[in-house]
């Protein structure tokens, strides 16, 4: 069964060179040969400012490139998200997206009284991959994963998305061909697949 999935790319840097990117192309060229519609966001390619007061995030205008952005993850039935890891968390760049994107009234909803919300995108799942120049199992069991798991809590849950799977891949700079290559064929399964 065929899904429509749109691909967050969440590198900062939009020249395409990073294995992150290479990552997300495998995921959306696999997805799409097995007949799914694929649309990709290129996070780092985008123009939007950051959001500095809680007044600008309720009801601040909404810039056209994230107006186009919240388009298409309503439209998608399967979100996925890729990073790398900077300073233990998603860069500034992707959490000032996230930020933009994920507001009340396209996400989040009032719901009644004080602190209940209405969550909007219910219905999507999402795959994370996050890239990392240490070991994944020293981010997993060390850093317990710690923002990770807030992205998938505290922002897709939260919103209603799930299920919520991750992968994880460490030592992304240390140049190993082969093991490049098993990813991106991991990567292509999953987009197969639509996980």
């Not at 990117?21 to 780092?44: C, F, K, N, T, W």
């Amino acid at each position: 069964m065929s899904k429509r999935v749109v691909i967050i790319d969440g590198h900062p840097d939009a020249s395409g060179t990073h294995f992150g990117h290479a990552l997300a192309a495998a995921y959306a060229q696999a997805a799409e040969a097995a007949g799914h519609e694929v649309r990709s966001i290129p996070v780092g390619a985008l123009d939007f400012p950051m959001l500095r007061h809680k007044a600008d995030w309720e009801h601040g205008a909404v810039p056209v490139s994230i107006q186009e952005a919240q388009r298409a993850i309503g439209w998608a039935e399967h979100l996925v998200i890729v990073y790398p890891l900077w300073l233990g968390s998603m860069p500034a760049c992707l959490k000032a997206f996230m930020e933009q994107v994920f507001r009340p009234g396209f996400a989040i909803g009032r719901s009644g009284g004080i602190g209940r919300w209405k969550k909007r995108l219910t219905g999507k799942s999402a795959r994370v991959i996050v890239t990392m120049g240490m070991p994944a199992l020293v981010y997993r069991w060390y850093f317990r994963a710690h923002s990770l798991k807030s992205l998938e809590r505290n922002v897709l849950q939260f919103c209603g998305i799930g299920p919520i799977r991750d992968t994880v891949i460490g030592m992304v700079e240390t140049p190993n061909p082969r093991k490049r290559e098993r990813w991106l064929e991991r990567m292509r399964l999953l987009g197969r697949e639509a996980q």
